[in-house]
């Protein structure tokens, strides 16, 4: 996630408010991947099928490790997706990963780990979700 530009990692953060037209600019605009990301966060099964059939499986797997899913986070360790682990452990307030992503200067994702903090916790999740 590193590599996307700062502007489009702000649109990705907004589609965790409700933003549909955002949500349908990154969606149309070369940036399916970080749309389908959101709505699997958001417990879409069909977002994160689409992550998978198209070649983001560490996107798919980071969606698993903010939901806390062991077999996801092992996943990321086992490719070596070092900052996509500290990211979901700063969506779940892991103090360390807080700290290491302010003391790297990438307070733009600790904005994004509070807009998914804020929105997962004001929602209620299917126990069915599929499994990474």
């Given amino acids: 996630m590193l590599h996307y530009p700062p502007k489009i990692l ?3 953060g907004e589609t965790f408010d ?3 037209k955002i949500y349908n600019w990154l969606a149309q605009n070369g940036y399916p991947e970080l749309a389908a990301l959101s709505s699997a966060i958001r417990g879409s099964e069909e977002a994160f099928t ?6 983001f499986p560490q996107l798919a797997a980071l969606d698993g490790a903010i939901d ?4 996801a ?3 990321l360790k086992n490719h070596k997706m070092d900052f996509l682990l500290v990211f979901a452990d700063a969506c779940n307030e892991r103090k ?3 700290v290491w992503l302010a003391e790297n200067n990438l307070e733009i994702f600790l904005h994004l ?3 998914i903090k804020k929105f997962r916790d004001n929602q209620t999740f299917d ?3 599929k499994p990474f």
């Fill in 10 to 12: 702000m649109a990705f």
């Fill in 50 to 55: 689409w992550l998978m059939a198209n070649k």
């Fill in 113 to 115: 780990a509070q807009k």
């Fill in 96 to 98: 360390p990963a807080l």
């Fill in 18 to 20: 409700e933003n549909e």
């Fill in 73 to 75: 986070y092992e996943w």
């Fill in 127 to 129: 126990y069915h979700k």
């Fill in 68 to 71: 806390k899913n062991p077999k």
